[in-house]
């Protein structure tokens, strides 16, 4: 879910609750009807009335001619928002019992035209005002620009998938906060409890679709909680779904005056309850800092909102620093939000900050960390964007000590320069459901690398998530969808949908709604060329590389650990001990510290000769800023293996050609602080 400000949108100061809401917004069987026909892909008893599909054709099935699956991946939607946020500011439901008048009707305090519809004018402008009908008329509603209006009616996701989208990334989303402070609502706003009741109706519109296909498993729409299933699904010709997270307190890890909220025993149940609910991938933080992870920061007046409701929710405002690398967080500048700044207390008021300051101090925490490697033993997959910089880095340097490929951007909420290090993890990328001039634009920005990395790509559609979707490029503009046209495999034909009374057409209506996902895809390929919408063809394939590999992975055997360590020299303590043995002791608590001085090595007897190819180091504060790896089988001789001039701390990892080697050397030449050279862990490793 992400309330953004995107370039076709405009925003305005609004009221103190309203822009408040702004900010934090970060984001049953069918009755019978006559056959519609005996091919697999047409139900034997779809709800009547409904709405119409408006693809002919069969669904591709199989695989290509290397066994690839084929296919395009949204994987970043949100099916059941409507039932977050205290149920009543998303409005219209993805499936009802009683039928699409049921379904597709607005929120009760809309009628009888829009007057309360206060969620819809502070992220749409204007009063609010609108005609409320949806089914049959749907004069107002869905559109490009309506952010609070079912986007996902379960026909509009079938259309997405006959005309060829393969996977389907559900987020479950909800905020307690927007909960807590939107005048309407009709449940509790405890985020857990909503995803709970989110998970349950994916499950329940799975039962719905397989009974319009004569029972369990028949259906299109196939949760799915491995890749192999994952992968018979979509051979099948169905769409795969896959259980995602993203709310800003996962497991109830808030923080307030940077004092955590949770516990480790906290983290274990969480991640081991969403794992038993299908969850397989999520993010750890979302708009407002938390107690796992710093958030990327938002812009301008919404910046400045978001800011303030942090303050109001942890008691802090974001803090900045200087970056030290060329990934940054987005600037917050000192754009005013008067609405949302009344509210905060007599005497505060909302910091300014640098402009060559535009990182989050807030990282990764200890608990982020827990949490991540968690995720790791539970095969999790980590949904990055929206993540600190310095968060991403972090975890980003676990993976790597790791080879763990378990990362995904799945919406275009993280820094573009960190494309390249989730691609040579072998993690997977989909960009934010952009116009298409714009979608083409970043696509072949970055196409060398799915090229160099043989990966696919995805898109994130991030409906019923508030960020606002391509409006329409005009009945005249050059290269438009000309209806009907054929799906990108070549076996559907794709008309314009209807609804109702309302028929949609992308040109003039934008991507109202999903079922205007395959226009939106062939918009991109007229405006693009056919290579962008090649690459989007192979995601499905790319996705299940990715969670394929992170299924597989298995933790390296740690060859360093509990191996005799000697050193050039030990600082002295009369309280501690920083002996070199404490940096291969398997635990993060200790550490190797050496005397203040560039020309300092550690060296580790491994006790036979193995396979070198990894080596991870964990520095304390005093870290090597330039420094070698060295191997050798004697002792006596050494071999350079990989080195580096710019070590900045952390966690590094050293990549290098396997190589026989008894004994392991790290060699320090430049300190990059005052002190000497001090590893709380040095991990070798043949892989």
């Not at 946020?85 to 049921?102: N, V, Y």
């Not at 190819?613 to 191997?631: C, F, H, N, P, Q």
Request: glycine share 12%; net charge negative.
């Amino acid at each position: 879910m992400t309330v953004t400000g995107r370039p076709y949108r405009r925003r305005k100061d609004v009221t103190v609750v309203s822009l408040l809401l702004l900010v934090l917004a970060a984001v049953l069987g069918p009755t019978p009807s006559s056959a519609a026909g005996n091919d697999w892909w047409d139900p034997t008893a779809r709800p009547t009335p409904d709405s119409q599909i408006n693809v002919t054709g069969e669904p591709f099935t199989g695989t290509d001619a290397k066994g690839d699956v084929r296919g395009f991946v949204d994987a970043h939607d949100h099916l059941f928002a409507n039932e977050a946020f205290g149920g009543r500011l998303i409005c219209g439901k993805t499936f009802s019992e009683a039928g699409i008048a049921d379904a597709l009707k607005d929120c009760p305090e809309h009628y009888p035209d829009g007057s309360l519809a206060i969620f819809d004018f502070i992220t749409k402008g204007g009063d609010g005002r609108h005609d409320p009908v949806g089914w049959p008329t749907f004069k107002d509603w869905p559109a490009h620009d309506s952010l609070t209006h079912q986007q996902n009616y379960y026909a509009w996701v079938e259309r997405a998938w006959r005309g060829g989208q393969r996977v389907l990334v559900n987020d479950l989303v909800t905020n307690g906060v927007i909960c807590s402070v939107y005048f309407f609502k009709d449940r509790s706003c405890d985020e857990m409890t909503s995803i709970r009741l989110q998970a349950r109706m994916t499950y329940d519109l799975q039962a719905y679709i397989d009974k319009m296909y004569g029972g369990p498993g028949k259906g299109w729409f196939r949760i799915v909680t491995d890749s192999a299933q994952a992968r018979d699904v979509i051979e099948q010709g169905k769409l795969a779904v896959i259980l995602g997270v993203e709310t800003s307190e996962p497991f109830g890890c808030k923080q307030i005056l940077d004092i955590a909220q949770c516990s480790k025993a906290d983290i274990d149940a969480g991640l081991d309850e969403l794992y038993s609910l299908g969850v397989r991938s999520m993010f750890l933080c979302h708009k407002f800092d938390n107690a796992l992870c710093g958030v990327r920061f938002d812009s301008g007046s919404l910046g400045t909102a978001i800011n303030v409701g942090q303050f109001l929710s942890t008691g802090t405002f974001w803090k900045t620093e200087k970056c030290t690398g060329p990934q940054h967080d987005n600037p917050i500048g000192s754009a005013a939000a008067p609405g949302a700044e009344a509210k905060l207390p007599a005497g505060v008021s909302v910091p300014s900050y640098a402009s060559d300051a535009q990182c989050n101090v807030r990282g990764l925490t200890d608990l982020g960390e827990y949490a991540v490697r968690g995720m790791m033993k539970r095969k999790m997959m980590l949904e990055i964007d929206h993540m600190s910089v310095k968060a991403v880095g972090r975890a980003l340097d676990i993976f790597e000590s790791e080879a763990y490929p378990g990362v995904i951007s799945s919406h275009s909420w993280m820094d573009l320069n960190w494309t390249e290090r989730v691609y040579g993890l072998g993690g997977f990328i989909a960009q934010y459901m952009h116009g298409s001039e714009g979608f083409v634009a970043e696509a072949n920005r970055t196409k060398a690398l799915r090229d160099k990395y043989d990966v696919g790509y995805g898109y994130g559609t991030d409906m019923n998530g508030v960020g606002g979707w391509p409006g329409p490029r005009g009945a005249d503009a050059p290269n438009k969808v000309v209806y009907p046209f054929r799906s990108v495999d070549g076996g559907s034909v794709i008309d314009r949908q209807t609804t109702g009374r309302r028929t949609w057409d992308l040109n003039t209506d934008g991507a109202a709604h999903y079922g205007l996902v395959p226009d939106w895809i062939e918009d991109i390929r007229l405006v693009g060329g056919q290579d962008v919408v090649k690459d989007l063809f192979r995601g499905a394939q790319s996705y299940l590389d990715t969670w394929g590999a992170t299924e597989r992975h298995q933790a390296g055997v740690n060859l360093a650990k509990g191996a005799e360590a000697t050193a050039s020299s030990t600082e002295w303590n009369p309280f501690t001990s920083y002996a070199p043995s404490r940096a291969v002791d398997g635990s993060r608590d200790t550490r190797w510290a050496s005397d203040w001085s560039n020309d300092q090595w550690l060296r580790i007897d491994l006790g036979s000769t193995n396979r070198v190819g990894r080596v991870t180091l964990d520095w304390e504060r005093a870290y090597g800023k330039s420094y070698r790896i060295e191997l050798s089988t004697d002792g006596a001789h050494w071999q350079t293996v990989w080195s580096t001039t710019s070590g900045d701390g952390g966690l590094d990892t050293a990549l290098f050609t396997g190589t026989p080697a008894r004994y392991v050397r790290v060699q320090g030449v430049e300190r990059g602080t005052g002190w000497g050279y001090s590893l709380h862990e040095v991990g070798v490793y043949s892989s």
